[in-house]
């Protein structure tokens, strides 16, 4: 028996996300220079969640403004958003507010969003975008945030076992409301260095 979960990734193109998709479904890195989505795609896997198979259907979706509309059929059966930025791409961290109006929009009500700033395993000097200013976004707008990396892998399993556990725990799947805190959960599991692709992250 599973508990089915839809999962939509977003953010501006060349964020990372199919990157941090393929990271998460396969343990490998793809540079975004590799591939670039069009329109829409979908992969699965499942993750246990406290002894629950957790099958999450994740949509990778495409950030040009033109594949949008495409985009927004989606948003209204997703249970959860995973919304990136690129640390070191400051216009797709300014650009989040506007995707968090979209959400607003289109999504259901009590979606489940995570913010995202990506390639995190950048040097400082090609740091556009400081963690702080993600945590102080992330807490604006009353959400988890996390940094991670497709490349190293960093945080990357955090990133989608977050959802699945916020939403095992309203009560998706015979779950106990109110025992988990996401926000806590994010902050006691993050990690803030990159490791290695090959070690367990």
């Known amino acids: 028996m599973y508990v089915r979960i839809q999962v939509i990734m977003l953010g501006d193109s060349g964020v990372g996300k199919t990157s941090l998709l393929v990271m998460f479904r396969d343990g490998v890195y793809m540079p975004c220079y590799y ?3 069009v329109g829409i795609d979908f992969m699965n896997k499942v993750v246990l969640v406290d002894g629950t198979r957790v099958k999450l259907q994740i949509w990778d979706t495409a950030g040009q403004e033109r594949f949008r509309s495409v985009t927004h059929a989606y948003y209204r059966d997703a249970h959860a958003l995973l919304l990136l ?4 791409n400051k216009i797709t961290y300014d650009n989040i507010r506007a995707w968090l109006c979209e959400i607003r929009d289109c999504a259901q009500e009590n979606v489940v969003i995570v913010l995202i700033g990506n390639k995190a395993d950048c040097s400082n000097s090609d ?11 992330a807490r604006e707008h009353n959400v988890p945030f996390m ?3 497709a490349k190293t892998g960093q945080n990357v399993e955090l990133a989608f076992e977050t959802v699945a556990r916020q939403l095992k725990s309203r009560g ?11 926000h806590e959960f994010v902050r006691d599991n993050t990690k803030a260095k990159s490791v290695c692709a090959q070690c367990n992250f």
């Open 35 to 37: 591939v670039t989505t």
């Open 85 to 88: 930025y690129d640390v070191t």
């Open 127 to 137: 740091r556009q975008v400081k963690r702080e200013d993600g945590e102080r976004l």
């Open 147 to 149: 940094e991670t990396s």
């Open 172 to 182: 998706y799947e015979n779950g106990d409301e109110g025992k988990f805190n996401v």
